[in-house]
């Protein structure tokens, strides 16, 4: 049975829309990737699927007793709140294996460091840190690596895939960085307010609905990003494969 | 014991501190500071309308407490800036409040009072209301901690552990307008934002955890209440006024501190 199923959803911001008739499914163990240009509404679909934004319209149906762990785009820590790395991953569970996370994030030297005095890196690995504590059956990572470094992020990818191997979840991301995508993923998903396209890596980066949204010149891989701000489903996705 | 007007007023002051703590934290952390100061203002508001129509005073400025802070969570919401919104119907609460006072003929109020509130003048019945909002504020906050802090933390972060940060916002402004309206006879609207905020920002140099901050908050809170009762006995000086610039007074001494400790 699939982790997650949603079908046909819907999310409007006011008058905005931000997804429309979006379907998908996630299996367990895989590495499902999400890419679209700025806007297309990929933190949407992990609001919806956490329960942060009502869907307008269509459903999301988890597996029975899914454990989700959520690692969010940003994490802005009060210069005011005090705080330790462990005091962070036992909120708001309060009995938890701290050692065990930090371990699982890469990082078991954290356990008693004031979070707002981490690096960037070291930041994202305590998120990843907390969103693993539960023992998560899924993993939802949202642009995890922003502000790190090529290295940084390359590192932060392949602990992911450590964790997938150590602890067999299902990870579903979104990312802007094309290449470490490319090689990472079991599946990718071209998200602009709808599906636009999915599959296996290769098979999505020669489509030509994702060579519309990221262009041509590189076959997809190092894409620089091409976006269309009046994006219309029929003319975009279909019509400009020559673009 | 309770028949000496500085024990009354000590204890008074004390158990402001206690619920003030925990808020004042929460205050702090999630920048909310002028909304204490909104609230505050319009209890004048409140008073003015309890005495209109007889009710209690508590009940008047907790009711209108209530009504400020929602309208100011709901139109945050609605995308109004926060700062705006709360200089607009924190000054605009208080000019209406006092302009409600003075249509009520017949009747004398000593504005003052609910101005700068007057520690000295508790009498038993004010104590337990005290000490009957503080002890509700503090067990309400402190069944809430955990999804509070979440929330304070981040949103998404909050809703991904199945906690609802609108229930927790609404949580905070419940436990604020209770607190101004006990506090406003002891230390006035105008010292209330005062009790919220410094004795948390005291706090935070030197803690490491929120609970410590917040048990931090609550010993400098305290303290600085019978201190600045002292003082105001031996100088001669208005009392609420005084506990606040030892408060502050605290905070210039823990900050120095913390400076101090960045040099070596």
């Known amino acids: ?80 709140l005090p705080i330790t790395v462990s005091r962070f991953l036992r909120l708001p569970g309060g009995l938890a294996d701290v050692d065990y996370a930090l371990k699982q994030a890469g990082v078991p030297e954290l356990e008693k460091e004031q979070l707002s005095q981490l690096s960037g890196g070291q930041f994202q690995r305590v998120l990843l840190a907390r969103a693993l504590i539960g023992k998560p059956d899924l993993l939802l990572l949202d642009e995890a690596t922003q502000g790190l470094d090529q290295r940084g992020s390359a590192s932060f990818y392949q602990q992911i895939e450590t964790v997938r191997k150590a602890t067999g979840c299902a990870i579903l991301m979104i990312s802007h960085e094309l290449h470490v995508v490319m090689s990472a993923s079991d599946r990718v998903i071209c998200l602009n307010g709808h599906v636009c396209c999915e599959g296996a890596p290769a098979a999505v980066a020669s489509a030509p609905e994702y060579r519309a949204l990221f262009g041509t010149g590189t076959g997809g891989a190092l894409a620089l990003y091409r976006h269309e701000h009046d994006h219309d489903h029929g003319d975009h996705c279909h019509n400009q494969d020559a673009e | 014991m309770f028949d000496d007007f500085m024990v009354r007023a000590a204890l008074a002051g004390i158990g402001l501190a206690f619920a003030s703590a925990p808020l004042g934290c929460f205050v702090v952390w999630r920048r909310m500071a002028y909304f204490g100061d909104a609230t505050a203002h319009a209890a004048i508001l409140g008073v003015a309308l309890s005495l209109a129509f007889s009710m209690s005073i508590f009940v008047g400025t907790v009711v209108v407490a209530l009504l400020m802070a929602l309208v100011v969570s709901v139109l945050s919401e609605k995308g109004y800036a926060m700062d705006t919104l709360l200089g607009v119907l924190a000054h605009s609460a208080l000019a209406f409040g ?81 607190t101004v309206a006990v506090a406003i006879k002891v230390v006035g609207v105008l010292l209330i934002a005062a009790m919220l905020i410094i004795p948390a920002a005291a706090a935070r140099p030197m803690s490491r955890t929120p609970e410590g901050m917040a048990i931090a908050a609550g010993l400098i809170g305290m303290l600085s209440t019978i201190i600045g009762l002292q003082a105001a006995y031996a100088l001669d000086t208005p009392a609420g006024p005084s506990i606040v610039c030892v408060t502050a007074i605290t905070f210039i001494f823990t900050s120095f501190l913390k400076l101090l400790g960045h040099r070596r």
């Open chain 1, 1 to 80: 049975m699939s982790l997650i199923h949603v079908e046909g959803l819907s999310v409007s911001y006011g008058a905005r829309m931000a997804l429309s008739d979006v379907s998908l499914r996630i299996e367990p163990n895989e590495i499902v990737t999400i890419v679209g240009p700025n806007g297309s509404g990929k933190t949407s679909l992990l609001r919806a699927i956490i329960g942060a934004v009502k869907p307008l319209a269509g459903s999301i149906v988890h597996a029975s007793n899914l454990k989700i762990g959520y690692v969010p785009q940003k994490l802005h820590i009060d210069e005011t």
């Open chain 2, 98 to 178: 006092l302009v409600a006072v003075s249509f009520l003929s017949g009747i004398r109020i000593d504005l003052m009072a609910y101005l700068f509130g007057d520690i000295l003048a508790v009498s038993r019945g004010d104590l337990s209301v005290i000490w009957g909002g503080a002890a509700f504020v503090v067990s309400l906050i402190g069944w809430r901690w955990s999804g509070l802090l979440t929330s304070t933390l981040n949103a998404d972060l909050a809703y991904a552990n199945g906690i609802n940060p609108k229930r927790e916002q609404l949580v905070l402004t419940i436990a604020l307008a209770i």
